[in-house]
């Protein structure tokens, strides 16, 4: 059963933690995203990564930190220096110069 | 970074009629993507248009691109009630491997 999975659906975080959402994919896609969406809003991308071990920062990656050991898998960190990170955090992958392919989210909240 | 925008934000119809919603962006794009995104989930990719094609069909979905005017359109026929969702176009640019996306377009279908 090929597709993208992100754990865990909800994650609630307190101040001054540092949290990490798990992104997995079984589609072999050389490149995998990070993007974060706020109420009535598109995406904005986070963090990307075109091959394994390189990532390069997106828009928004202050506060952010990724890592890409493994070619299935693309964590991102949420440290606590990101000031406002209550949002809905979606991951996708895709070969390049195609159609992404997006897991189900991870609804973020700040306690 | 270059975003599409789309227009109208949101729309309200009856079951059976059509649905047009625009997108325009600033720069040359390498291909233009539409998605859907049910309430609460990850994004599904529907029509991908590459910047030398000016019209694809997908089922009920018909997309069309005007590269001179940089505006795209994607036309669905037929609504139906599962087709309540808010859409979003994305455009990638050339040598970019990356999208921006636009807010998003609510469309309401009524039974």
Redesign the interface.
Known sequence: DGGITQSPKYLFRKEGQNVTLSCEQNLNHDAMYWYRQDPGQGLRLIYYSQIVNDFQKGDIAEGYSVSREKKESFPLTVTSAQKNPTAFYLCASSMPYNEQFFGPGTRLTVL | ?Q?GEEDPQALSIQEGENATMNCSYKTSI??L?W?RQNS??????LI?IRSNEREKHSGRLRVTLDTSKKSSSLLITASRAADTASY?C?T?LYGN????????NQVVVIP
């Open positions: 970074s975003q390498n291909n993507q998605y609460g989930r990850g994004l599904v990719h991908l979003f994305a990638e491997n990356r999208l921006a996306f636009g807010k998003g």
